[in-house]
Each structure stands twice: as structure tokens, then as C-alpha cells.
């Protein structure tokens, strides 16, 4: 009898398998329902402290622009958003194009169209959680809360962390690449990542990122207007850094910024998993909108480099010629069978 168990309960193929395949089975089951019982929990909490914050704040951006109100600025009859200067002083503090990016569910009903963004919200981070369990469901498990929080708010950073587990297992293809340039767009910070996908020394991945960024870009000055598009790079560099940025614990005002910049520049000097994980220690560490729960979670990226790569390249293929992707699917299945069959 064959079993074919799912990757995230057995883990990478290692040699020592069959003799512990067992034991780690139960320990990763333990873990998962660790991870979704106090995920589960967290995204309880956010969403009874105010239903989905940040999706709201975008869905009335989106419902400023279509009655032509000020973007950045609130009008009578607008939604309310609560405002906390110095730290931000206007009712959206991302690029126009991710208000832009909801003008379409703002014509549908409220309710509708904020459950479309949770449950595609959910699905996409529900898929990258369980990729990065598959490798390290530890370090999932500890993170547990801060994933729960994020995906609770709304916040497209949400989509952010999908999308870089994407950009690393699939980082021969160029679509991942391309989805970095579109969040780019919309949230500005993961541009952090521009200095890795230069290390991969392969040129369609930044042509794809430009591509993306800038046609997204044109989308937001096309649905926003040329003058919210020029009042956003003032509005950003005028809001103080957040109460849990280094600046802010620190009292360095530069310091965020500073160590930002050095980030990109170190990733430079570094190689495939080194400079992934600086990226994203550069994102979420020196981010001057604060490391936080829901930030901090993406710590968790920095496990990712661990696993195998999910490769579909005519290049990266063993003596046998199979990818290594399919050769670590064989060699999942043949432990299932050892297992089954003591």
C-alpha cells in the first residue's frame, strides 16, 4: 500500500527518514495545530479591535477617489480614519495605486467586496505559510501570532509575505519578480528586494520588476491623478517614523532610514540564500513603519532559504536529468513506502 503524505508532515527529503519518519510526523502535527490554533486566535483579535483595519483604510481611499474627493485629504461626507500625527497625519500613507487597486470593489457592497479581499488575502498567505512549515515548522509556529495579526488587519503586506515566499522557490521564473514590482507600487518598502533580484544576475527578472512597477505606477496616476501621484513622495517623507521603528526606540532619527540604505548596499555583496535573507531582514528590521507583531512575523522568511529549490530549469538537473524539483517529490514518496511497508 502506498501513502503519499503531505510535505509539510514529513518535511525535506533527508536519509534518515524511515527510521524517524514517525517520530517528526507527530511532531509536525503537534506544531500545525499549534500554528493554527493561536494564528486562528490573533486573527480573532484584530478583527474584533476593528474589522479588518488596514483593508478598511484602503476600501476608503478607493471610495474617496470615485466620488473625486482628495486622496490624501478628508472631505465631508468622507469615511472616517482615525489620524495620529506626527506619525501619520493623512488617511493613507501607500502610493495611489493601492487605492486605485480597490475602486473596483468599492462598487459592489461593502460587506462583499472586503470579504473577496480576506478570503483571496487568506488563500494566498495560507499557501505561503505552508510553505515555509514544509521547512521550518518551528520557526512557523513561533511566529504564529504575528501572521495571525497580519492576516486579521488586511494589510497588503499580507500579500507581500505570499509573494516573497514565491520569489524564492520560484526565483528562475520571472512572474514572481514581476509580483514584487506590482507590490512595489502599492507599498513602496519592497524595494528592498531590488538589490537581491540583482544578485541572481538574470536580467528578465529586473526587466520584469521595472515592467510592473511602472505600469502600475502609470495605473495610479491614470485613477488617482497626476497631483495625488506628485503629493505622495512629500507625504512619505514628512510622517516620523513609527513608535516600534529603530528610529523611534532610539531616538536616531536617521537610524531607519540609514540602516535601510545599508541593507541594500550589503545585499549586494552576498549570494543567493545570504542575500534573501538580508532582504528580508532589511524589510522588516530597519522598515521606519516599525518591526511590530504583524511585521516581525516575516522573520520567518529567513528559515526559508533551508529547504530545497522548487526548480523547473533545464540547468539545475542531476545525473539522471530530472529536475530537482520532481527528484525531491520521488524522493518523498519513497519514504511514504518504506514507511508503510516496515
Request: include cysteine; proline fraction near 8%; charge should be positive.
Amino acid at each position: 500500500m502506498r501513502i503519499m503524505m503531505p510535505r509539510a508532515l514529513v518535511g525535506e527529503p533527508n536519509q534518515s527518514w524511515p527510521a524517524t519518519l514517525r517520530w517528526r510526523v507527530v511532531w509536525r502535527m503537534a506544531l500545525a495545530v499549534w500554528t493554527v490554533s493561536v494564528g486562528f486566535t490573533f486573527v480573532l483579535r484584530a478583527y474584533q479591535h476593528s474589522r479588518f483595519p488596514d483593508a478598511f483604510t484602503y476600501f476608503a481611499a478607493a471610495k474617496r477617489l470615485n466620488v473625486h474627493h482628495l486622496l490624501y485629504q478628508l472631505s465631508p461626507g468622507d469615511l472616517p480614519i482615525v489620524l495620529n500625527p506626527p506619525y501619520w497625519s493623512v488617511p493613507l500613507l501607500s502610493p495611489p495605486f493601492m487605492a486605485v487597486a480597490w475602486r473596483p470593489l468599492v462598487y459592489i457592497p461593502f460587506r462583499l467586496g472586503m470579504d473577496i479581499w480576506m478570503l483571496v488575502l487568506a488563500a494566498t498567505m495560507l499557501w505561503a505559510i505552508y510553505q515555509v512549515f514544509a521547512v521550518a515548522p518551528a520557526a512557523v509556529a513561533l511566529a504564529a501570532p504575528g501572521l495571525g495579526y497580519l492576516l486579521g488587519s488586511g494589510n497588503v503586506h499580507g500579500y507581500l509575505f505570499a509573494a516573497l515566499v514565491a520569489a524564492w522557490l520560484y526565483r528562475d521564473r520571472t512572474w514572481p519578480s514581476a509580483l514584487l514590482g506590482v507590490l512595489t507600487a502599492a507599498k513602496i518598502m519592497p524595494v528592498v528586494f531590488l538589490p537581491w533580484l540583482v544578485t541572481e544576475r538574470r536580467s528578465r527578472l529586473l526587466v520584469a520588476y521595472f515592467a510592473a512597477a511602472a505600469i502600475c505606477t502609470v495605473v495610479g496616476v491614470l485613477g488617482a491623478g497626476l497631483e495625488a501621484t506628485l503629493q505622495y513622495p512629500g507625504i512619505m517623507l514628512s510622517s516620523k517614523p513609527q513608535p516600534i521603528s529603530l528610529s523611534y526606540l532610539t531616538g536616531v532619527s536617521w537610524l531607519s532610514p540609514g540602516l535601510t540604505v545599508f541593507g541594500m548596499v550589503a545585499t549586494l555583496f552576498l549570494r543567493d540564500g545570504r542575500a534573501y535573507q538580508m532582504a528580508v531582514l532589511t524589510l522588516v528590521l530597519f522598515n521606519p513603519s516599525g518591526i511590530g507583531l504583524a511585521g516581525g512575523s516575516l522573520l520567518v522568511l529567513l528559515a526559508l532559504p533551508r529547504g530545497i529549490r522548487w526548480s523547473t530549469s533545464p540547468m539545475e538537473t542531476d545525473t539522471d536529468s530530472r529536475p530537482v524539483r520532481h527528484q525531491a517529490v520521488a524522493q518523498r514518496q519513497s519514504v511514504a513506502r518504506v514507511s508503510a511497508n516496515p
